[in-house]
């Protein structure tokens, strides 16, 4: 599986855009992109996925680099609810192991007032 | 909205004691996997399941550690003789089909063992 590079930690003003990179160099072509988040002590909930056309949601926008090797994650109006630890994840969709879900320590995103 | 339902939501064991935390999948989804989140760590896949199958058990411990999702009700992920490491976060997520086709897996709340 890829390896992944997220900074520790961010900050955001609300009502302002979110934009949360990614480095994932090692990623395979049949691999897609996968962001989750998970506000404290609650569950991990998904956002979106990719594999290199840019995506968008009702949560975010994802935006892969061409070459693949990093991503960001584009939460256009944050909220403070969006306060939360995003990850980013790698993984194949279709057939093989793609449910062994492993992350990383993500990064935690402040939303200010 | 009946999401993936796990309980007990918080549980607390003495050293040598058994935990069992249990797991509701969302209605419909036939497919439940257990992970564990360490304090201070990333999620960890455990378990994967169907209706009274193991699918893949290759991220349990190998020890003390089951789990069985039976025909009529909840999956159980089981832990006996707990000791201090196994304190932390055990979620649950389930999906309607194997092979993951929209990517996406419904967590539950979790349940955090704290073990004394």
Known sequence: ?113 | NAGVMQNPRHLVRRRGQEARLRCSPMKGHSHVYWYRQLPEEGLKFMVYLQKENIIDESGMPKERFSAEFPKEGPSILRIQQVVRGDSAAYFCASSPNGGLATGELFFGEGSRLTVL
């Not at chain 1, 009702?58 to 935006?63: D, F, Q």
Request: proline share 5%; charged share 15%; with cysteine.
């Open chain 1, 1 to 113: 599986d890829a390896k992944t590079t997220q900074p520790t930690s961010m900050d955001c003003a609300e009502g302002r855009a979110a934009n949360l990179p990614c480095n994932h160099s090692t990623i395979s072509g049949n691999e897609y992109v996968y962001w989750y988040r998970q506000i404290h002590s609650q569950g991990p909930q998904y956002i979106i996925h990719g594999l290199k056309n840019n995506e968008t949601n009702e949560m975010a926008s994802l935006i892969i680099t061409e070459d693949r090797k990093s991503s960001t994650l584009i939460l256009p109006h944050a909220t403070l609810r969006d306060t939360a630890v995003y990850y980013c994840t790698p993984r194949q969709n279709s057939g093989g192991s793609n449910y062994k879900l492993t992350f990383g320590k993500g990064t935690l995103l402040t939303v200010n007032p």
